[in-house]
């Protein structure tokens, strides 16, 4: 069974760099895992960040970037905010019947 | 502007079906594709099935084949998700998201608000 892997939880400081990973239990992310990133605060729906690795949605701001480091799909955002805190998801396309697969989401704190 | 404007929460007993709508306006429905995704309560998210705006070809996660069906009726831009054969474990969030076939495959970039289904005897 295919498990997408995040950090359970990260924390940056106001103004701070992080980088989210999005792993796989076995073997390793690519881009024709087409992989996406979502953003969803408690109560709202997800919002889209990113898709296909490093395309931004529309709307969303240049400091949300995606890309392939080492074996993972990341999401880096730089200068933090303070609205930034909030769960973050990935997920990747599997292609065939499965599709798509989520990971568990990473909760993110600002402090 | 593009929105997805769902149905209302929805209550439903163990064994029964529920079906939830996505009514879609700001664009032309019909090219693009459909996604659901589903949020159990305290829950990360759960690809539920997709529909082809194109064709209305679909897919689903095998772990709910036989138990979903999406689809859609392009004379009012709306597209469907039914589940059946209710259990607790359904309880969720459901959300349906527009998928832009142009840029290879994604999720997509509009979601609904959510339609919360509680399943309770």
């Known amino acids: 069974q295919t498990v997408v892997t995040q950090e359970p939880s990260f924390s940056v400081s106001p103004g701070g760099t992080v980088t989210l990973t999005c792993g796989l239990s076995?073997?390793?992310?690519?881009?024709?895992?087409?992989p996406s990133w979502f953003q969803q605060t408690p109560g709202q729906a997800p919002r889209t960040l990113i898709y296909s690795t490093n395309t931004r949605s529309s709307g969303v701001p240049d400091r949300f970037s995606g890309s392939i480091l080492g074996n993972k799909a990341a999401l880096t955002i730089t200068g933090a905010q303070a609205d930034d805190e909030s769960d973050y998801y990935c997920a990747l396309y599997m292609g065939g019947g499965i599709s798509w697969v989520f990971g568990g989401g990473t909760k993110l704190t600002v402090l | 502007q593009v929105q997805l404007v769902q149905s209302g929460p929805e209550v439903k007993k163990p064994g029964a079906s529920v079906k939830v709508s996505c009514k879609a306006s700001?664009?032309?429905?019909?090219?693009?594709?459909t996604n659901w995704v589903r949020q159990a309560p305290g829950q990360g998210l759960e690809w539920m099935g997709w529909i082809s705006a194109h064709n209305g070809n679909t897919k689903y996660p095998q772990k709910l084949q036989g138990r979903v069906t999406v689809t859609t009726d392009t004379s009012t831009s709306t597209a469907y998700m039914e589940l059946r054969s209710l259990t607790s474990d359904d309880t969720a969030v459901y959300y349906c998201?527009?998928?832009?076939?142009?840029?290879?495959?994604?999720?997509?970039?509009?979601w609904g608000q959510g339609t919360l289904v509680t399943v309770s005897s």
């Open positions: 998201v527009r998928e832009d076939p142009r840029v290879g495959p994604n999720l997509g970039d509009y």
């Open positions: 700001g664009y032309t429905f019909s090219t693009y594709g």
């Open positions: 076995s073997g390793s992310v690519f881009t024709s895992y087409y």
